[in-house]
């Protein structure tokens, strides 16, 4: 399937499974510009995808279930932390295809959250690594993918938050529909900020951003991870979605291989914005959400995506972007006292 991105580029897309409601709204968002110190903020809303409360997942899950299917998968494998919204989008996006879920899960039994009750819910398994530790998932992943086999099923295996050069393929196509609603407004924004977690998004969005020109400044807040240590994963995953993408159709691999180039250490820029902690708040990521939310309503949870907030101010641009990711069910847990 080709699709234009933006109106520069024509991409052959690999297989995709249809689950979110695209274009999703940007919007303006003139009184939180005003607090933050901005000339001109728009708000990419990511968290009205409209699939399973998953905001910004069902983006790269599109790609991924279409994968599993193709590759005659009956389960798919995946995991996360108790409180992953990426487990939860995965649950009810196997449930949408036919397939079983199982999800590995980091810490021991029992843990209770939202996430983990709609996906049981959605009808998924789940194991233990045993370890609080979330990097255990990722050895976890493929023995459970084993032990499956071994019964008869066919799985297909997912890492976590989807962060593969397929799943960054949902982002290339966003930064393309990002481009377009910026266009038919006449804007240019001296940058776009994002959260970033396992890089799934910022890597779709830098592979985007190349393939059109270049044309914003990325700013990524990691939540998750040190910000070399994001770097270095987004960009790696941000030249394999390029290729991945020049593979489906053959004309166009010398001018990917040479935008793959294009993707160095200067083209983003990652902020430390992790705070206390992983799926922890932080102080001004909080007293931003609360900003947001007494002036523009809109709901931002405090553990993530509010953690990109004052990087905002902390860029320096007086016209910016900001891609609202998600978050529902922690906005959910914040307000009425629970924790992950």
């Known amino acids: 399937m080709a699709m234009m991105l933006g109106s520069r580029a024509r991409i052959e897309l690999p297989d995709r499974m249809e689950l ?80 079983s879920c199982h999800l590995v899960i980091a810490g021991q039994p029992p843990q209770q959250t939202p996430g983990l009750d709609l996906a049981r819910a959605w009808g998924s398994s789940v194991s233990w690594t045993r370890t609080a530790d979330r990097t255990s998932v990722d050895a976890a992943l493929p023995t459970a993918a084993a032990e499956l086999a071994a019964r008869g099923r066919r799985p297909y295996v997912v890492p976590r938050g989807g962060a593969t050069a397929l799943g960054a393929v949902g982002y290339v196509l966003a930064a393309g529909e990002l481009h377009d609603q910026l266009a038919e407004r006449s804007l240019r924004p001296a940058c776009v900020v994002v959260a970033v977690g396992s890089g799934c998004t910022l890597a779709g969005l830098v592979a ?33 979605c390029i290729l991945l993408l020049a593979a489906a159709g053959q004309a166009s691999r010398g001018l990917a291989e040479r935008t793959a180039e294009t993707v160095t250490d200067c083209r983003i820029e990652l902020v430390d914005a992790r705070g206390p902690g992983h799926g922890l708040a932080s102080a001004a990521g909080s007293q931003a959400a609360d900003a947001a939310l007494r002036t523009e309503g809109l709901a931002i949870d405090p553990v993530y995506t509010a953690k990109a907030l004052p990087v905002l101010r902390a860029a320096g641009e007086r016209k910016a972007v900001f891609w609202h990711t998600g978050g529902l069910l922690d906005i959910i847990a914040a307000a009425t006292g629970e924790h992950r």
């Open 20 to 99: 979110a409601a695209l274009p999703t709204p940007l919007v303006t968002a003139p009184r939180l510009a005003a607090v933050l110190g901005l000339e001109c903020l728009h708000v990419k809303r990511d968290d009205l995808t409209g699939f399973a409360i998953g905001g910004n997942k069902a983006r790269p899950l599109e790609f991924l279930i279409a994968a599993a299917i193709r590759q005659g998968a009956d389960t798919l494998v995946t995991g996360g932390a108790a409180g992953s919204n990426f487990c939860v989008a995965a649950a009810a996006a196997a449930r949408r295809a036919g397939l």
């Open 208 to 240: 985007g951003n190349a393939l059109l020109g270049w044309p914003w400044r990325l700013v990524g807040a990691s939540v998750s991870r040190p910000p070399h240590e994001a770097s270095r994963r987004v960009l790696e995953l941000a030249r394999e």
